[in-house]
T-cell receptor, first 112, second 115 residues
Framework: GDSVTQMEGPVTLSEEAFLTINCTYT??????LFWYVQYPGEGLQLLLK?????DKGSNKGFEATYRKETTSFHLEKGSVQVSDSAVYFC???????????FGKGTKLTVNP | GAVVSQHPSRVICKSGTSVKIECRSL??????MFWYRQFPKQSLMLMAT?????????EQGVEKDKFLINHASLTLSTLTVTSAHPEDSSFYIC???????????FGPGTRLTVL
C-alpha cells in the first residue's frame, strides 16, 4: 500500500539556519503530495502541496518540489525563525481520493 | 476561517466505560469528516470517513462496533469509544472537508487515557 517516510526528529536549529526535512513516498499511481504543520496546541494546517511531477509548492518561505524520479518531496526553508517551531507532517493522497496517508512527523525546534 | 474544534481536549476514563468525542466545524459546512488515531511517535492513521446523513466508512482493521461514528449534521461528527480499554488510549484527531474545497481542516485532537 501507499506509504510516506520522513526523517526522524527531533531537529534543533538556530534561528536563520537552513532547514531540510526529507520525505519520500511509495504509491501505486500519481499521488498529490502535502506538507502539514502542527503548532503546539493546534490542529494540523496545510502548509503547501503539489499535485504533479516537478510542481513546486511554496508558502511562508517553505518550499517543496515533487520529484517523481526520486519519489521525494523534501521540505526546505532558507532561514528559519523561532516561530517555525512545530511538528511537520508529509502526506500523500492517491489520485482524487480524499484519504491522506501521513508520515510520522518531524518535530522542529528553532532556538534564538 | 475554516476552524475545527474538538471536545474534550483530554479525557481520562475507567476501563469498560464509553467516551464520546465531538468534532465541530465552526465556520463552514462539512459534508465529510474524517477520524484519525495517532500513537506516540507514529503517523496519523485514518480510522473512518463519515458523510453527513449516512453511515461511516471504516478502514480495514477498525472495529465499527467499538468506534461508533455519527455525522448528524453538516457541522458535527461524534466518535464514541465503547467499552474502552487501556489499549484504546491514544490521541484522536478529526478533520473536516469543506463542501466547496478539497482541503481538510484539522481539529486540535483529543487525548484519551483509559485506566
Amino acid at each position: 500500500g501507499d506509504s510516506v517516510t520522513q526523517m526522524e526528529g527531533p531537529v534543533t536549529l538556530s534561528e536563520e539556519a537552513f532547514l531540510t526535512i526529507n520525505c519520500t513516498y511509495t504509491a501505486t499511481g500519481y499521488p498529490s503530495l502535502f506538507w502539514y504543520v502542527q503548532y503546539p496546541g493546534e490542529g494540523l494546517q496545510l502548509l503547501l502541496k503539489a499535485t504533479k511531477a516537478d510542481d513546486k509548492g511554496s508558502n511562508k518561505g517553505f518550499e517543496a518540489t515533487y520529484r517523481k524520479e526520486t519519489t521525494s518531496f523534501h521540505l526546505e526553508k532558507g532561514s528559519v525563525q523561532v516561530s517555525d517551531s512545530a511538528v511537520y507532517f508529509c502526506a500523500l493522497s492517491e489520485g482524487g481520493s480524499e484519504k491522506l496517508v501521513f508520515g510520522k512527523g518531524t518535530k522542529l525546534t528553532v532556538n534564538p | 476561517g475554516a476552524v475545527v474544534s474538538q471536545h474534550p481536549s483530554r479525557v481520562i476514563c475507567k476501563s469498560g466505560t464509553s467516551v464520546k468525542i465531538e468534532c465541530r466545524s465552526l465556520d463552514f459546512q462539512a459534508t465529510t469528516m474524517f477520524w484519525y488515531r495517532q500513537f506516540p511517535k507514529q503517523s496519523l492513521m485514518l480510522m473512518a470517513t463519515s458523510n453527513e446523513g449516512s453511515k461511516a466508512t471504516y478502514e480495514q482493521g477498525v472495529e465499527k462496533d467499538k468506534f461508533l461514528i455519527n455525522h448528524a449534521s453538516l457541522t458535527l461528527s461524534t466518535l464514541t469509544v465503547t467499552s474502552a480499554h487501556p489499549e484504546d488510549s491514544s490521541f484522536y484527531i478529526c478533520s473536516a472537508k469543506a463542501t466547496s474545497t478539497d482541503t481538510q481542516y484539522f481539529g486540535p485532537g483529543t487525548r484519551l487515557t483509559v485506566l
